[in-house]
T-cell receptor, first 115, second 109 residues
Framework: EAGVAQSPRYKIIEKRQSVAFWCNPISGHATLYWYQQILGQGPKLLIQ????????DSQLPKDRFSAERLKGVDSTLKIQPAKLEDSAVYLC?????????????FGPGTRLTVL | GQNIDQPTEMTATEGAIVQINCTYQTSGFNGLFWYQQHAGEAPTFLSYNVLDGLEEKGRFSSFLSRSKGYSYLLLKELQMKDSASYLC??????????FGAGTRLFVKA
């Protein structure tokens, strides 16, 4: 079974530029999550989708971050414009809604460096 | 509000046993996860507890006490490859999951 796919793996941009990340979850997983993980910290949830609907985006900085999951499968996360403090690893995870544990499976992440 | 506390770093010797503690405060508890994260890699699932007691899975065990807001991850027969960060994560009602900052475990020979 293929895991969660993310691209790109690394991205370096200058502040005020835009960047987009892509995620393809495990087949059949209805729930998709985007996390931001700053070095030395745990993952922080940015947005959670159930199919193509948003379940939780309370910690998403909506003035600069946006995310979509139009067809309920893959998803994109965009930052526009980027700030220095956005330097982090952006992790995508998915889970099978209805599983009792609702275990999240993570992709390899995208390491973003903002200069 | 939500709060998860775990030690920042721990060091243990190869072959030994180590216990990583996690305390939490949450408005509505719906399960606790432990994840392992090697440097530069994504977190991988280790264990899940929703009822009080001990869950054993090979060299790893996880314990939960809901009344105390407390969990621990027990690693036995430590191996060098166990050097990693261990993340405690609490799922709340509504299925939002909050992660702790993680405990960096160093296993020395």
């Amino acid at each position: 079974e293929a895991g969660v796919a993310q691209s790109p793996r690394y991205k370096i941009i200058e502040k005020r530029q835009s960047v987009a990340f892509w995620c393809n979850p495990i087949s059949g997983h209805a729930t998709l999550y985007w996390y931001q993980q700053i070095l030395g910290q745990g993952p922080k949830l940015l947005i959670q989708f159930q199919n193509n609907g948003v379940v939780d985006d309370s910690q998403l900085p909506k003035d600069r971050f946006s995310a979509e999951r139009l067809k309920g499968v893959d998803s994109t996360l965009k930052i526009q414009p980027a700030k220095l403090e956005d330097s982090a690893v952006y992790l995508c995870a998915s889970s099978f809604w209805g599983e009792s544990t609702d275990t999240q499976y993570f992709g390899p992440g995208t390491r973003l460096t903002v200069l | 509000g939500q709060n998860i506390d775990q030690p920042t770093e721990m060091t243990a010797t190869e072959g030994a046993i180590v216990q990583i503690n996690c305390t939490y405060q949450t408005s509505g508890f719906n399960g606790l996860f432990w994840y392992q994260q090697h440097a530069g890699e994504a977190p991988t699932f280790l264990s899940y507890n929703v009822l009080d007691g001990l869950e054993e899975k090979g060299r790893f065990s996880s314990f939960l006490s809901r009344s105390k807001g407390y969990s621990y991850l027990l690693l036995k027969e430590l191996q060098m490859k166990d050097s990693a960060s261990y993340l405690c994560a609490v799922r709340e009602r509504g299925f939002k999951t909050i992660f702790g900052a993680g405990t960096r475990l160093f296993v020395k020979a």
